[in-house]
């Protein structure tokens, strides 16, 4: 933990760049999340604390404006373009959207813990 307080604080693009790789935003080494969506408590490499840090619901906020952007005029101009039957729509649209918000999650909550990280606020309901 002494190796946290010797290093300089990263910049707020350099820890964002490295919360997006999946990395502590700190040091860049270790890992931010220990599963899918849940984060670790404190980094193995640098000791920096990261369990108080709460996103809340600004990545599925996230997740949701980025999906929504790239199916619907998708779905408008293939829709346009090609006629296939119903079902077919049915389930490409749903499906694509599934995997798109299953791509997006961990990105969008790294990009949300590395700011609050970054920026210094609270990140959590606790005094």
């Not at 990261?50 to 999906?67: C, E, K, M, Q």
């Not at 079902?87 to 969008?108: C, D, E, G, I, Q």
Request: proline share 6%.
């Amino acid at each position: 933990m002494a190796y946290a307080a010797q290093i300089a604080r990263p910049t707020l693009m350099t820890a964002i760049m490295r919360s997006l790789t999946g990395r502590c935003p700190n040091c860049g080494e270790g890992r931010l999340f220990s599963a899918y969506l849940k984060q670790v408590e404190e980094c193995s490499e640098c000791g920096e604390r990261y369990g108080h840090i709460r996103s809340d619901d600004a990545a599925p906020w996230l997740t949701i404006l980025i999906v929504g952007h790239i199916v619907v005029p998708l779905l408008f101009a293939v829709e346009r373009i090609v006629t296939w039957p119903d079902w077919v729509s049915m389930t490409v649209w749903p499906l694509l959207s599934l995997v798109l918000a299953l791509l997006v999650l961990p990105k969008s909550k790294a990009l949300f813990i590395a700011i609050i990280w970054s920026t210094r606020a609270p990140g959590s309901e606790q005094a």
